[in-house]
């Protein structure tokens, strides 16, 4: 299913079609952070995300046109309620977290192994996830995660790109998505170059070995 | 090919009977059979519980002259208890126990067709009864009727394009009508005739013949939908009349004649070939040629029980065919046997659930047997989905992989000998077999009247190929998951004939084959079904990879199912009873068992529940402990499944919750050096201890252990233990010692880094610790207590200096060079600078307790000594130390400047008699103890600085008379200019203050000035009276109120009224400064 969904971007040559999933316990700004984004908007008050839901933007990575679908989740609800099939195919996963909230920056681990496991990508150790500690606008006596310990975390991990943003005030969000889609992007190109086993059959494997043939 | 009735001949006319047989109707027991001469002949037919059950027949009367023509058609109203007969043109009602006529619809003449209806409708006040309808087709006319209080009352008459030749009553108060050329759908109420567009030209020929002589037929199938048809073309409807989703049925002959005998699609074709289907998957089940038949009836719909009618009937001129349903179970066992499951499904899926009770069960059985051949096939991702989409038991989707994967439930553990080839022929013949016996109601034409059966032309080709299709008895006694007991049999066992080793398999299944069917220990159907799938050829290589990556993708999805209700640390126990709701989502439900816990909902999951062992529900506690069972294997198995095809999600699946069976975890990933996981396992499951030692075994040692290079050194214990919590303090203490020896730097992160976690652990106690392993690592806690963390307890304060100071007195060895002190003088100088600075700067410890630990007679402490005799206000002593010890004068001079700052006296020191710090120090500069020199330069000079801030007189007191005064002169100027720049400035103060006080006077005597004019007609704003001679308020606006009326008027502004009452000897006063306003500052008020 996926393999026909490449030819055809293939085909179009600009326009890549990127999934991306934010994961985040629920209150750190995930819906805020998408709308900021893609609406340019913020509303201070809170709104529980229910179920899944996305946003598209289509962005220039590089002079190539890429089409983001943003997928936003409710955080508490764990991973219980999506099913394997909401991750598979994501590009790139954003953790988002709380800089004045402690406990949502100590769960961003277990968001990322959980994440891994749903998605099941190829190579889990190269996969991008960008990591983002959002409200940084809230007053600076509130800050829980001290920067430096941040980006430890991520450098631990596979010196993930880190960003403090502000959804409220707009700050480092562009940044943030931009980075976001370019490494996303290359995840994309990284899987249809190797061939998607995820659409398996015997088949499959048949025309998989062809196409390697004929690229040698 | 399928069979699902057999077809019972059940009479036959003899030869010499020269009637013809033209019309049947059937309901309940009875049969009615309408012949050629206006005979009515009722007949009683059993109905048979098997197909092979001997069917009783008998006639029960014989009416002749029950119409003076043959009847062209039959109906009856069983709830009115009549039978309606179409014959010689018109539509007569009968009396369904006496055979009577009651009553001929005169307006029916040259009736053609008629269709009943009888059902549930509402009236308009939405009030439901039972309504019974007939519409009967004269030429382009319906006529309709309504049968009410014992007869038929016309209602109304609706004419249509060209007359129908075919009528179904399709939902409530619609009728579908069969046009020359189309259908139309008619409501009966509304008279609204909607035209049914149909495709046109269906299979074949049909394409250009569109004015086709056959008659346009149509059907119910079940409650709401239709089958329409037109040659060969077909069309579902809904009952409103609305097309469903195209699908042709494939048709090779146009049907003369269709029905629908719950749930199956019958035709009539010419030939006299009846035809069977599922009319959701069009397919050809049965095709049965029955010599001569042309009439076919099936059951009238029933809006009440749509599956009412499971048999029907077939007749020709001279002979009756009762068909007789398979029961279902065995159709669908047949189709399954075949591996025609998706038929199979379908069938079952359109059964109610009360004619085959475990009609969801066998559906995901058969789904499961589906999805095993999906795998056998190699369509692994399809199989895993359809697995994943019943949530079909771990166990069982597990074992179809080899034993890297599967561990000890794979069925390719065992090599299974080649089974017996198929099968039971007792049974065999007994499902497919025609009937054996049959009645012989009329003796004669057994042999040309059984029925032919042949198979359809496309069917798939039998499925199961050398494997064993399922045996019906061969049910392996499992355990829940359906793992078959493991086969141990010996090479010798196996070498045997092949029965004795199934019978070793099944040996249950056996035992019942051969005893009498017994009450006890039916193992149910289901399980019967359950069999190990066909050994599948060895998964190898890149097949294996591609398999493994699609169960991967059904663990994960079924792990997501079951986590929602267990968690590894949960006790099913406990939870048995207390009934705690493990996910946010799951609804507690009141269970009918009178426990009086809640139970849990486990909708979610109840596919996954085994039935339960003892017959009634399962508790709560059961239910769980089989869930964790069950997440247990899948865990596992996941983590088998990553080592396989993708080790780096290992990591991330021992670190969350899990529940991978521990000695497979360590198993595993010792086998493959993934020590990293397994320290990460371990501190997942809160074993700190274990992974402590690992870490050490790796970190504690010369070189790095190849297996896992990073673990070296103590780095990683380092990190391992901040994240510990303050309960687990003894192991922090345990494991960071070696830490603290080989790197003490690095080890004492693990107690002074800024995580949470650290910042919990028990101060005190890690001081302790800390010192008992070396007092610098002591200090630099402390220090780190109370610098960066600002704990201001006395005891870390009283143990800093204390710690400073044992590592100061620490003695060396005896020595050599004759140094005295473990540290270089330099060293020494450096914690003595530590010391001094903190004593000075803390205001925590506690100096009568610290002094006592310095030691008198070492220089390096003087300072120090002095700076906490300032801190105990000693300043006698502390200046002492200075100027006899030290003899450093500047710092002497420097300690009186710094208590000066810290507390200057507060008023002139020349006007109190109070001793400063400057006076005790001229005091022991001139005054000195007998065994000292007077100081004369330092004292003068200090009198020169400081003059002015030691008090004169005593100062002069103390001046020794031998001093010339011209030494004193710098001092008297110094004095005399500072008194005077105080009486200048007392002057400058003064005339201040006067101004000031000048200021205040006009600002009073220009608000006194203002006035208000009070006229006849002026009213108090509050309450709304005149003002005339009272006294009044005026506010800074100029507002004017009675003055009683002024504290509302006051709180409506924010402003507070003054306590002092108004000058009231002013009437028609004037605003006076009775006003304050809340925000101090109003205009208009200067
Ligand atoms: N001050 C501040 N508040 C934010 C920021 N981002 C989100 N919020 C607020 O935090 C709350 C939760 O945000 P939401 O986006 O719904 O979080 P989600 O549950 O992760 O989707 C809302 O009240 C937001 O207004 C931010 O950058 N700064
Ligand atoms: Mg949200």
């Known amino acids: 299913m996926s393999s026909r969904k490449k030819v055809l971007l293939k085909n179009k040559n600009s326009d890549y079609k990127l999934k991306v999933i934010i994961l985040g316990d629920s209150g750190v700004g995930k819906t805020s952070l998408m709308n900021q984004y893609v609406n340019k908007k913020f509303s201070a008050s809170y709104k529980a995300t229910i179920g899944a839901d996305f946003l598209t933007k289509e962005v220039l990575v590089d002079d190539r046109l890429v089409t983001m679908q943003i997928w936003d989740t409710?955080?508490?609800?764990?991973?219980?309620?999506?099913?394997?099939?909401?991750?598979?195919?994501?590009?790139?996963?954003?953790?988002?977290?709380?800089?004045?909230?402690?406990?949502?920056?100590?769960?961003?681990?277990?968001?990322?192994?959980?994440?891994?496991?749903?998605?099941?990508?190829?190579?889990?150790?190269?996969?991008?996830?960008?990591?983002?500690?959002?409200?940084?606008?809230?007053?600076?006596?509130?800050?829980?995660?001290?920067?430096?310990?941040?980006?430890?975390?991520?450098?631990?991990?596979?010196?993930?790109?880190?960003?403090?943003?502000?959804?409220?005030?707009?700050?480092?969000?562009?940044?943030?998505?931009?980075?976001?889609?370019?490494?996303?992007?290359?995840?994309?190109?990284?899987?249809?170059?190797?061939?998607?086993?995820?659409?398996s059959t015997i088949v499959d494997i048949g025309a998989d070995a062809d196409r390697d043939g004929c690229a040698c | 090919m399928l069979t699902t009735f057999h077809a019972r001949s059940i009479r036959e006319l003899s030869p010499k009977d020269r009637s013809r047989q033209e019309c049947i109707l059937a309901y309940g027991e009875k049969l009615l059979v309408g012949l050629n001469n206006g005979t009515l002949r009722i007949y009683r037919v059993s109905n048979p519980t098997t197909p092979t059950e001997p069917i009783d027949i008998e006639c029960l009367r014989e009416v002749e002259g029950f119409t003076k023509r043959p009847i062209n058609q039959m109906g009856c109203i069983k709830e009115s208890s009549i039978i309606v007969i179409l014959a010689d043109s018109y539509v007569s009602t009968y009396d369904m126990a006496t055979y009577e006529k009651l009553e001929t619809l005169s307006k029916t003449r040259g009736a053609t067709l008629f269709a009943l209806t009888s059902g549930v409708e509402r009236d308009i006040a939405g009030v439901p009864s039972v309504v019974s309808r007939l519409a009967v087709v004269v030429k382009r006319k319906l006529l309709l009727y309504l049968w009410k209080d014992g007869e038929f009352h016309d209602s109304n008459e609706i004419t249509l394009l060209s007359q129908p030749r075919s009528l179904t009553w399709a939902a409530e108060g619609k009728l579908c009508a069969g046009l020359s050329s189309s259908f139309a759908m008619v409501d009966v109420n509304t008279e609204v005739v909607e035209d049914i567009p149909m495709a046109g030209g269906g299979g074949g020929a049909g394409g250009y013949l569109s004015w086709s002589t056959r008659n346009p037929l149509a059907t119910r199938l079940g409650d709401d939908e239709l089958l329409l048809v037109r040659d060969s073309t077909s069309m579902y409807i809904s009952s409103r009349g609305d097309p469903l989703e195209s699908k042709q049925i494939p048709w090779t002959h146009a049907?003369?004649?269709?029905?629908?005998?719950?749930?199956?699609?019958?035709?009539?074709?010419?030939?006299?070939?009846?035809?069977?289907?599922?009319?959701?998957?069009?397919?050809?089940?049965?095709?049965?040629?029955?010599?001569?038949?042309?009439?076919?009836?099936?059951?009238?719909?029933?809006?009440?029980?749509?599956?009412?009618?499971?048999?029907?009937?077939?007749?020709?001129?001279?002979?009756?065919?009762?068909?007789?349903?398979?029961?279902?179970?065995?159709?669908?066992?047949?189709?399954?046997?075949?591996?025609?499951?998706?038929?199979?499904?379908?069938?079952?899926?359109?059964?109610?659930?009360?004619?085959?009770?475990?009609?969801?069960?066998?559906?995901?059985?058969?789904?499961?047997?589906?999805?095993?051949?999906?795998?056998?096939?190699?369509?692994?991702?399809?199989?895993?989905?359809?697995?994943?989409?019943?949530?079909?038991?771990?166990?069982?989707?597990?074992?179809?992989?080899?034993?890297?994967?599967?561990?000890?439930?794979?069925?390719?553990?065992?090599?299974?000998?080649?089974?017996?080839?198929?099968?039971?022929?007792?049974?065999?013949?007994?499902?497919?077999?025609?009937?054996?016996?049959?009645?012989?109601?009329?003796?004669?034409?057994?042999?040309?009247?059984?029925?032919?059966?042949?198979?359809?032309?496309?069917?798939?080709?039998?499925?199961?190929?050398?494997?064993?299709?399922?045996?019906?008895?061969?049910?392996?006694?499992?355990?829940?998951?359906?793992?078959?007991?493991?086969?141990?049999?010996?090479?010798?066992?196996?070498?045997?004939?092949?029965?004795?080793?199934?019978?070793?398999?099944?040996?249950?299944?056996?035992?019942?084959?051969?005893?009498?069917?017994?009450?006890?220990?039916?193992?149910?159907?289901?399980?019967?079904?359950?069999?190990?799938?066909?050994?599948?050829?060895?998964?190898?290589?890149?097949?294996?990879?591609?398999?493994?990556?699609?169960?991967?993708?059904?663990?994960?999805?079924?792990?997501?199912?079951?986590?929602?209700?267990?968690?590894?640390?949960?006790?099913?126990?406990?939870?048995?009873?207390?009934?705690?709701?493990?996910?946010?989502?799951?609804?507690?439900?009141?269970?009918?068992?009178?426990?009086?816990?809640?139970?849990?909902?486990?909708?979610?999951?109840?596919?996954?529940?085994?039935?339960?062992?003892?017959?009634?529900?399962?508790?709560?506690?059961?239910?769980?402990?089989?869930?964790?069972?069950?997440?247990?294997?899948?865990?596992?198995?996941?983590?088998?499944?990553?080592?396989?095809?993708?080790?780096?999600?290992?990591?991330?699946?021992?670190?969350?919750?899990?529940?991978?069976?521990?000695?497979?975890?360590?198993?595993?990933?010792?086998?493959?050096?993934?020590?990293?996981?397994?320290?990460?396992?371990?501190?997942?499951?809160?074993?700190?201890?274990?992974?402590?030692?690992?870490?050490?075994?790796?970190?504690?040692?010369?070189?790095?252990?190849d297996r896992e290079p990073d673990l070296h050194g103590p780095q990683a214990t380092v990190t391992y233990l901040q994240k510990l919590h303050a309960d687990q303090l003894p192991l922090i203490f345990e494991y960071s010692t070696w830490v603290l020896h080989k790197d003490p730097k690095l080890g004492m992160e693990v107690f002074v880094d800024d995580t949470p976690q650290v910042e919990s652990l028990p101060r005190d106690k890690v001081l302790d610790f800390l010192k008992s392993i070396d007092v610098k690592l002591g200090v630099r806690y402390a220090e780190h207590l109370v610098h960066e963390l600002k704990d201001d307890s006395p005891d870390y304060h009283n143990w800093l200096i204390e710690g400073y100071l044992t590592i100061m007195k620490e003695h060396k060895e005896p020595g050599e060079d004759g140094w005295q002190w473990k540290l270089s003088s330099a060293e020494r100088d450096e914690y003595g600078q530590k010391v001094l600075k903190f004593t000075e700067d803390s205001h925590q410890y506690w100096p009568e307790k610290v002094i006592k630990w310095l030691p008198k007679d070492d220089p390096t402490f003087y300072e120090i000594r002095a700076s906490i005799l300032s801190r105990l206000g000693e300043h006698r002593q502390a200046l002492e130390i200075f100027v006899f010890r030290m003899q450093d004068f500047s710092k002497a001079e420097a300690y009186c400047n710094r208590i000066h700052q810290l507390s200057p006296p507060a008023s002139d020191p020349a006007e109190t008699s109070t001793e400063t710090v400057y006076s005790i120090l001229l005091s022991l500069y001139l005054n000195p103890p007998s065994n000292y020199e007077v100081q004369m330069p330092p004292a003068l000079d200090l009198l020169s600085r400081h003059g002015a801030r030691v008090d004169p007189l005593e100062s002069l007191r103390l001046i020794p008379e031998s001093i010339k005064v011209a030494d004193l002169g710098n001092y008297f100027e110094n004095r005399i200019r500072h008194s005077n720049s105080r009486v200048n400035m007392n002057r400058v103060m003064a005339q201040l203050y006067k101004s000031e006080a000048f200021r205040w006077e006009e600002l009073n005597a220009e608000a006194k000035k203002k006035a208000v004019a009070i006229g006849e007609e002026r009213v108090c704003p509050v309450c709304h009276k005149r003002l005339g001679k009272s006294v009044i308020s005026v506010f800074p606006d100029g507002q004017v109120v009675h003055y009683g009326c002024a504290n509302r008027l006051a709180g409506r502004k924010g402003m507070a009224v003054k306590e002092e009452p108004v000058d009231l000897g002013l009437r028609r006063g004037f605003g006076t400064d009775r006003w304050s306003s809340a925000s101090g500052n109003t205009g208009g008020w200067r």
């Not at chain 1, 192994?113 to 190579?123: G, H, K, T, V, Y």
């Not at chain 1, 960003?163 to 899987?191: C, D, G, M, P, Y």
């Not at chain 2, 095709?287 to 029980?305: E, F």
């Not at chain 2, 088998?640 to 999600?649: A, I, Q, V």
Request: glycine share 6%; with cysteine.
């Open chain 1, 74 to 199: 409710a955080g508490q609800e764990r991973f219980q309620s999506l099913g394997v099939a909401f991750y598979r195919g994501a590009d790139c996963c954003v953790l988002v977290y709380d800089v004045n909230n402690q406990k949502s920056f100590e769960t961003l681990d277990s968001w990322r192994d959980e994440f891994l496991i749903q998605a099941s990508p190829r190579d889990a150790d190269s996969f991008p996830f960008v990591v983002i500690g959002n409200k940084i606008d809230v007053d600076d006596g509130k800050r829980q995660v001290p920067q430096k310990r941040a980006m430890a975390f991520c450098q631990s991990k596979g010196s993930l790109p880190y960003f403090e943003t502000s959804a409220k005030e707009a700050i480092n969000v562009e940044q943030a998505f931009e980075v976001i889609a370019r490494h996303a992007l290359a995840q994309e190109e990284a899987e249809e170059y190797s061939g998607d086993f995820g659409a």
């Open chain 2, 255 to 705: 049907p003369d004649q269709l029905g629908y005998s719950y749930p199956f699609l019958v035709s009539l074709h010419p030939h006299h070939t009846l035809q069977i289907r599922n009319p959701d998957t069009q397919n050809l089940l049965q095709t049965i040629t029955l010599p001569g038949a042309t009439l076919l009836h099936t059951p009238q719909h029933n809006h009440a029980l749509s599956h009412a009618g499971k048999q029907f009937y077939l007749a020709s001129p001279t002979q009756i065919w009762k068909m007789v349903l398979v029961d279902y179970g065995t159709q669908v066992k047949e189709l399954t046997t075949k591996g025609e499951y998706d038929e199979a499904i379908s069938i079952l899926e359109q059964i109610e659930q009360a004619l085959f009770v475990e009609k969801e069960e066998r559906i995901k059985e058969i789904q499961m047997l589906k999805a095993e051949k999906l795998f056998s096939m190699g369509k692994f991702r399809d199989s895993m989905d359809l697995f994943a989409k019943v949530a079909a038991p771990p166990a069982r989707v597990i074992r179809l992989y080899p034993p890297a994967v599967a561990g000890e439930i794979s069925n390719q553990i065992v090599e299974e000998p080649a089974e017996e080839p198929p099968q039971d022929k007792a049974s065999q013949s007994e499902e497919n077999g025609s009937p054996t016996e049959e009645t012989k109601q009329n003796g004669e034409g057994e042999d040309k009247s059984s029925p032919t059966e042949e198979q359809a032309p496309g069917t798939p080709p039998k499925e199961n190929g050398n494997h064993p299709s399922t045996p019906d008895v061969a049910a392996p006694r499992s355990s829940y998951f359906g793992i078959p007991a493991r086969l141990k049999l010996s090479s010798a066992a196996a070498a045997d004939d092949t029965a004795s080793i199934k019978s070793g398999r099944s040996g249950k299944g056996d035992s019942e084959a051969a005893a009498p069917p017994s009450a006890t220990a039916t193992p149910p159907p289901a399980a019967q079904a359950i069999l190990p799938p066909p050994p599948t050829n060895r998964l190898e290589g890149k097949v294996l990879k591609l398999a493994v990556q699609g169960l991967v993708s059904y663990l994960v999805e079924m792990r997501r199912k079951l986590l929602k209700y267990v968690k590894p640390d949960m006790d099913p126990d406990a939870l048995g009873e207390s009934a705690i709701a493990p996910g946010p989502e799951t609804v507690l439900a009141f269970g009918d068992a009178p426990s009086k816990s809640a139970a849990i909902d486990f909708s979610e999951v109840a596919a996954l529940l085994p039935p339960s062992r003892h017959g009634g529900e399962m508790s709560v506690k059961e239910q769980l402990e089989n869930l964790m069972e069950m997440a247990k294997l899948i865990d596992t198995t996941l983590l088998r499944s990553y080592m396989f095809t993708n080790s780096s999600l290992v990591g991330p699946l021992v670190r969350v919750e899990n529940f991978c069976d521990p000695e497979v975890v360590h198993e595993k990933l010792v086998e493959t050096g993934r020590f990293k996981e397994l320290v990460d396992y371990l501190a997942n499951k809160k074993l700190h201890d274990k992974a402590l030692v690992l870490l050490k075994s790796f970190g504690d040692r010369e070189d790095p252990d």
